[in-house]
C-alpha cells in the first residue's frame, strides 16, 4: 500500500522546525516539509500560492498548515488536487479575524509594523521584557527563520489584506481554545483543544500526534 503524502507549512516566517516534534506513524504517512520563498516583486498571494504549489511531486497529498501557513495551504489547493486541507491555529476566512487585525486593514496601521526588528531578534532579546515575553523571544529567534524584510513586509499585508470571506467547508479547522493571535470566539466549525495556543504546534504536540492520523484517515 503506497503511503499518504502530507505537506507541512509553518506560520509566518518560521522555518519547518516547527514541525520537529511532530511524528505520524511511518508505515502509512510520508512527510514533507515545505519552507517559505522569498515572494517576487508584486506578486499576489495566489500567485504566490500557484508558485508554492509547484513544490507538491506527490498526487493527492494531504496539505496541513500552521497560522499564515493555513491560509497559503487554503490558495495552494485551488491549484492542485488534493485529499484534504487541515488547518491549525489559523483562519478559514477574514470574517475569522480579530477586531484588531480588521481595524488595521482599515486604517492601513500594518504599515506601521516594524518588520525590522523580526529580522534582529538576536538584539532585540539582549532586552528585559519580562519572563514570558522573553520566553518567546527565544522560540522566535529558534524557530523564526525567513527575516527578509521584503517578505515580512509581504507576509503581513497579505494577511491582513486576505479576501476570502466564504469558507471552504472541506477545510478541517483544529484550534487551541487559548490562541491569542486568533481568539476562539470568533471561530466557526473548529475542533478545539484544550489550553492550544497560537504555539500549540509545539506545545501541543502529544495531542496532535495522537490525533492527526485519526483525522486525515476519517
Known amino acids: 500500500m503506497s503511503k499518504i503524502p502530507v505537506y507541512f507549512m509553518p506560520g509566518l516566517a518560521a522555518s519547518a522546525q516547527i514541525f520537529e516534534r511532530i511524528v505520524l506513524p511511518d508505515a502509512t504517512f510520508e512527510t514533507v516539509l515545505l519552507e517559505w520563498e522569498i515572494p517576487l516583486d508584486n506578486e499576489t498571494l495566489l500567485q504566490y ?5 509547484q513544490k507538491i511531486t506527490h498526487p493527492n497529498p494531504v496539505l496541513i498548515g500552521v497560522s499564515f501557513g493555513g491560509i497559503l495551504v487554503q490558495e495552494m489547493a485551488q491549484f492542485i488536487q488534493v485529499r484534504k486541507v487541515i488547518i491549525i491555529s489559523s483562519v478559514k476566512t477574514n470574517l475569522e479575524f480579530p477586531i484588531r487585525m480588521k481595524l488595521a486593514k482599515t486604517t492601513k496601521a500594518y504599515k506601521l509594523i ?3 526588528l ?6 532585540l532579546s539582549k532586552f528585559s521584557f519580562g ?7 527565544k522560540l522566535y529567534e529558534k524557530f523564526l527563520r525567513v527575516r527578509d524584510k521584503r517578505y515580512l513586509d509581504w507576509a503581513v499585508e497579505q494577511v491582513i489584506l486576505w479576501t476570502r470571506n466564504v469558507a471552504d467547508k472541506s477545510v478541517i479547522h483544529i484550534h487551541g481554545d487559548a490562541d491569542d493571535v486568533f481568539p476562539i470566539k470568533n471561530i466557526q466549525n473548529c475542533i478545539a483543544v484544550k489550553g492550544g495556543t497560537h504555539v500549540m504546534i509545539l506545545s501541543k504536540y502529544k495531542w496532535l500526534n495522537e490525533n492527526l492520523p485519526k483525522i486525515i484517515l476519517e
Open 131 to 137: 519572563e514570558k515575553i522573553n520566553q518567546r523571544l
Open 114 to 116: 516594524p518588520t525590522a
Open 118 to 123: 523580526f529580522a534582529n531578534i538576536e538584539s
Open 49 to 53: 500560492a500557484k508558485r508554492m504549489s
